[in-house]
C-alpha cells in the first residue's frame, strides 16, 4: 500500500516538497489504536530503539556497580551532539570501569553540535571516538561487558556476548523476531534489525508500563524512562528539536529519534507507545509528524496540545531569519 502524505513544506502558499509516512499507536497488549498508513512494513529503528539496547546494562548490576546517575543513563540511551558535556560524560562512563576511549568501536565523526566542531577545529584538535553521536550507548555496552568478566574487545560483533544480550532484550520487549534474517549494521558498527512499526509501538508501551515484562525488566525500563525524561539534554542536545517537545512536559514524555525519518516515544501516563516513519527519510518531516501525533495524544491537556501542535508546524526560515514558508502536518495528521 502506497502511505499517506503526513507533511508538506510550503515556501510562501505553495507546497515544495511534501513526505508519505506511517504511524502506529498501540497500548501495552499489543491493541492499535492509532494505525496509519502501512505500520507492518519493517524498518530499521536505528538510533530509536537505545533505551531497550541499554536494559542489559541496568538489568546485569553494572549501571549500579559503576555509580551511575540519571545524567549517565540517559547518555547511554542518547544519539547526542558531541557537545563538551557529552563528550566529558561518555570519558567518565568508562573511567568508572577503568577504560578510556580507545575502548570504543564506534568510530570518530566531528560533533553533529556546530558550535562544538567549531570549538574543537578553533582548538586544533580532532575529534574522538567521545564524539561520536552513541559513545554514550557503547560506553554502557562495555561497562557491561566489564562488569559481567566478558573481554569488551570485538563487543559490536553479531556474535559477541553482547550483542545476544541486546537482541534478546529487544525480541523479548518488541516481540519481533532479531536474528540475521532481518540484521544489518548500523553507522556505528553495531547490529540492527527491521521489525514491523506496530512492533515498536508495542514495545514502548510495554517499556513505559512494564507490563508483560519480568519485574527486574519493568523495573530497569522504568528507571531508564526517567533518567532520559529527568536528563533531555544527555538524551539529545542543545539543538535538536526533541529537547523542546520533551521539555514541554516535564517526566511526561518520552521520546527518541533514529535516523532516517523514525521516531519512537511512550507516554507512560496513558501506557501507550508511539513509532513512526517518514518514508523519505526527511528528519524535520519526522519531527513534525511526531509532535502532531503527541498533540492529539494529550488533547485533554489543552495548553499542552496547542504548545505541541505549534511545535509541528515550524517555520521555514531565510539566511537572514525571516519567516518564508512553514512545515505542516497534512492528510490523517491535519489539525
Same mark, same amino acid.
Given at each position: 500500500?502506497?502511505? &499517506?502524505?503526513?507533511?508538506?513544506?510550503?515556501?510562501?502558499?505553495?507546497? !515544495?516538497?511534501?513526505?508519505?509516512?506511517?504511524? @502506529?499507536? $498501540?497500548?501495552?497488549?499489543?491493541?492499535?489504536?492509532?494505525?496509519?498508513?502501512?505500520?507492518?512494513?519493517?524498518?530499521? &529503528?536505528?538510533?530509536?530503539?537505545?533505551?531497550?539496547?541499554?536494559?542489559?546494562?541496568?538489568?546485569?548490576?553494572?549501571?549500579? @556497580?559503576?555509580?551511575?546517575?540519571?545524567? /549517565?543513563?540517559?547518555?547511554?540511551?542518547?544519539?547526542?551532539?558531541?557537545? *563538551?558535556?557529552?563528550?566529558?560524560?561518555?570519558?567518565?562512563?568508562?573511567?568508572?570501569?577503568?577504560?578510556?576511549?580507545?575502548?570504543?568501536?564506534?568510530?570518530?565523526?566531528?560533533?553533529?553540535?556546530?558550535?562544538?566542531?567549531?570549538?574543537?577545529?578553533?582548538?586544533?584538535?580532532? &575529534?574522538?571516538?567521545?564524539?561520536?553521536? $552513541?559513545?554514550?550507548?557503547?560506553?554502557?555496552?562495555?561497562?557491561?561487558? *566489564?562488569?559481567?568478566?566478558?573481554?569488551?574487545?570485538?563487543?559490536?560483533?553479531?556474535?559477541?556476548?553482547?550483542?545476544?544480550?541486546?537482541?534478546?532484550?529487544?525480541?523479548?520487549?518488541?516481540?519481533?523476531?532479531?536474528?540475521?534474517?532481518?540484521?544489518?549494521?548500523?553507522? $556505528?558498527?553495531?547490529?540492527?534489525?527491521?521489525?514491523?512499526?506496530?512492533?515498536?509501538?508495542?514495545?514502548?508501551?510495554?517499556?513505559?508500563?512494564?507490563?508483560?515484562?519480568?519485574?527486574?525488566?519493568?523495573?530497569?525500563? /522504568?528507571?531508564?524512562?526517567?533518567?532520559?525524561?529527568?536528563?533531555?539534554?544527555?538524551?539529545?542536545?542543545?539543538?535538536?528539536?526533541?529537547?523542546?517537545?520533551?521539555?514541554?512536559?516535564?517526566?511526561?514524555?518520552?521520546?527518541?529519534?533514529?535516523? !532516517?525519518?523514525?521516531?519512537?516515544?511512550?507516554?507512560?501516563?496513558?501506557?501507550?507507545?508511539?513509532?513512526? /516513519? $517518514?518514508?523519505?527519510?526527511?528528519?524535520?518531516?519526522?519531527?513534525?509528524?511526531?509532535?502532531?501525533?503527541?498533540?492529539?495524544?494529550?488533547?485533554?491537556?489543552?495548553?499542552?496540545?496547542?504548545?505541541?501542535?505549534?511545535?509541528?508546524?515550524?517555520?521555514?526560515?531565510?539566511?537572514?531569519?525571516?519567516?518564508?514558508?512553514?512545515?505542516? &502536518? *497534512?492528510?490523517?495528521?491535519?489539525?
Amino acid at each position: 500500500m502506497s502511505n &499517506p502524505i503526513l507533511v508538506e513544506i510550503l515556501r510562501g502558499d505553495r507546497i !515544495e516538497s511534501a513526505h508519505r509516512g506511517a504511524v @502506529a499507536v $498501540c497500548d501495552e497488549a499489543g491493541k492499535l489504536l492509532v494505525e496509519i498508513g502501512d505500520v507492518s512494513q519493517a524498518v530499521f &529503528p536505528r538510533s530509536a530503539v537505545k533505551s531497550i539496547q541499554a536494559l542489559p546494562l541496568v538489568e546485569s548490576g553494572a549501571a549500579d @556497580a559503576f555509580g551511575f546517575d540519571d545524567r /549517565k543513563l540517559a547518555l547511554a540511551c542518547a544519539s547526542h551532539r558531541g557537545e *563538551t558535556a557529552h563528550a566529558e560524560l561518555a570519558a567518565e562512563m568508562l573511567a568508572a570501569a577503568g577504560h578510556e576511549e580507545s575502548a570504543l568501536e564506534c568510530g570518530a565523526h566531528w560533533p553533529f553540535n556546530q558550535d562544538a566542531t567549531v570549538e574543537l577545529a578553533r582548538s586544533g584538535r580532532t &575529534p574522538s571516538q567521545l564524539h561520536n553521536n $552513541c559513545s554514550g550507548k557503547h560506553s554502557g555496552f562495555v561497562c557491561t561487558c *566489564t562488569h559481567l568478566k566478558l573481554d569488551h574487545r570485538g563487543y559490536v560483533g553479531f556474535d559477541h556476548p553482547m550483542q545476544g544480550f541486546i537482541r534478546e532484550a529487544m525480541q523479548n520487549v518488541t516481540g519481533a523476531v532479531h536474528d540475521s534474517g532481518n540484521s544489518a549494521i548500523d553507522g $556505528c558498527s553495531i547490529p540492527t534489525h527491521a521489525i514491523p512499526i506496530n512492533s515498536l509501538a508495542f514495545g514502548f508501551a510495554r517499556m513505559a508500563t512494564g507490563k508483560g515484562l519480568s519485574p527486574d525488566r519493568a523495573k530497569a525500563a /522504568k528507571r531508564l524512562f526517567a533518567a532520559c525524561m529527568a536528563e533531555p539534554f544527555f538524551v539529545s542536545g542543545s539543538d535538536v528539536a526533541d529537547l523542546p517537545l520533551v521539555r514541554a512536559a516535564p517526566g511526561r514524555i518520552f521520546l527518541k529519534s533514529g535516523a !532516517e525519518g523514525v521516531y519512537c516515544a511512550a507516554l507512560p501516563e496513558l501506557g501507550l507507545g508511539i513509532a513512526l /516513519k $517518514c518514508d523519505d527519510g526527511a528528519g524535520r518531516a519526522g519531527e513534525a509528524m511526531v509532535a502532531a501525533v503527541l498533540a492529539r495524544l494529550l488533547a485533554s491537556d489543552a495548553a499542552l496540545s496547542a504548545t505541541l501542535a505549534d511545535m509541528a508546524r515550524p517555520v521555514v526560515p531565510s539566511r537572514r531569519g525571516v519567516s518564508v514558508g512553514r512545515i505542516q &502536518p *497534512t492528510g490523517p495528521l491535519a489539525g
